[in-house]
């Protein structure tokens, strides 16, 4: 009989000395737990999300935190079967922002990142501070088109290679001097974000506590929080509530949607807004007409 299933999610920056070691040793422990999932492994650290039983997964974290001592773990609805496979791996950046060389990292974590702020007291800066706090999108453009903190800004992002080129254009200099509040998914991209913000000469730069997941867990949609947040698995959006609201736009018919559809022409594939009801017409599964006379109507069912 199948238990309880989650997902967790998790990461930790601390110096590793041999992340191949880390990875035999990460992949042999989910594949006796029968965990799915993705994790990265660097010199930097670790970067994961797995979903499977919850027995197996608070066994997971409790060898893992062996190694990766104080990881904290986040958890959310879902499991094993959101992810297609195990995949371990070991990369030059657990985050692929480019930036190898220009991290820092010690036992303690990231060094010269950004002050950490819980939720409430993000409120509180914005109580005391009003305008004079800027919330800076740590993710990719097409995550904020579904989800974003009200009023923030969105750099102009495909991957997360394209912040460094972002951050030296000099498009957001008139920020340097604001009190800068980065957010992401769950804070990973945020601890490599605010290190090169400040090393910038952003002045002033915090990050959420715990991201976007964190603060939506205490505040819901009744903050300062719209929309649905975007993850990686083939939930591809969470909503925190029952009254979130749709702020992306259909790329058909421009009705309001967080629904994120794969082009159906396989040569493109690329991840559109197209809203439900646009999806049972045929035809709009296609990014573009171009798409869509490229696959000559083929039946795609």
Not at 69 to 74: G, M, Q, S
């Amino acid at each position: 009989m199948m238990g309880v299933q989650k997902i967790i999610l998790y990461y930790k920056f601390q110096p590793v000395g041999d992340p191949e070691v880390v990875r035999l040793w990460q992949r042999a422990l989910c594949e006796k737990l029968e965990l799915k999932g993705r994790i990265l492994i660097s010199e930097h650290g670790i970067n994961g999300t797995v979903g499977g039983e919850l027995a197996d997964l608070k066994t997971y974290a409790k060898e893992t935190k062996q190694y990766f001592k104080d990881t904290k773990f986040k958890w959310s609805d879902g499991g094993r079967d959101h992810f297609p496979k195990l995949q371990v791996k070991v990369r030059d950046e657990i985050v692929s922002f480019g930036a190898k060389d220009e991290l820092k990292v010690d036992e303690t974590g990231v060094v010269g990142g950004g002050k950490h702020l819980k939720p409430t007291e993000v409120h509180e800066l914005v109580n005391r501070y009003g305008d004079e706090v800027v919330f800076f999108d740590g993710r990719n453009a097409y995550e904020a088109a579904v989800g974003r903190f009200k009023n923030a800004v969105v750099p102009s992002t495909a991957t997360s290679k394209d912040f460094i080129a972002e951050l030296d254009s000099g498009r957001y200099d008139h920020l340097k001097s604001k009190k800068v509040v980065t957010y992401c998914t769950g804070g990973i991209r945020c601890e490599i974000l605010t290190p090169l913000m400040k090393n910038r000469g952003f002045k002033e730069v915090y990050q959420i506590d715990g991201g976007i997941q964190k603060y939506g867990e205490q505040y819901g949609d009744d903050g300062l929080w719209e929309g649905s947040l975007y993850v990686f698995d083939d939930r591809m959006g969470v909503k925190f509530s029952d009254h979130a609201k749709d702020i992306g736009t259909c790329i058909h018919c421009g009705a309001k949607t967080s629904n994120y559809e794969n082009c159906a022409l396989k040569s493109c594939n690329a991840l559109v807004l197209i809203c439900e009801t646009c999806t049972q017409d045929e035809a709009k599964l296609y990014h573009t007409a171009e798409c869509s006379q490229k696959a000559d109507f083929a039946p795609l069912r």
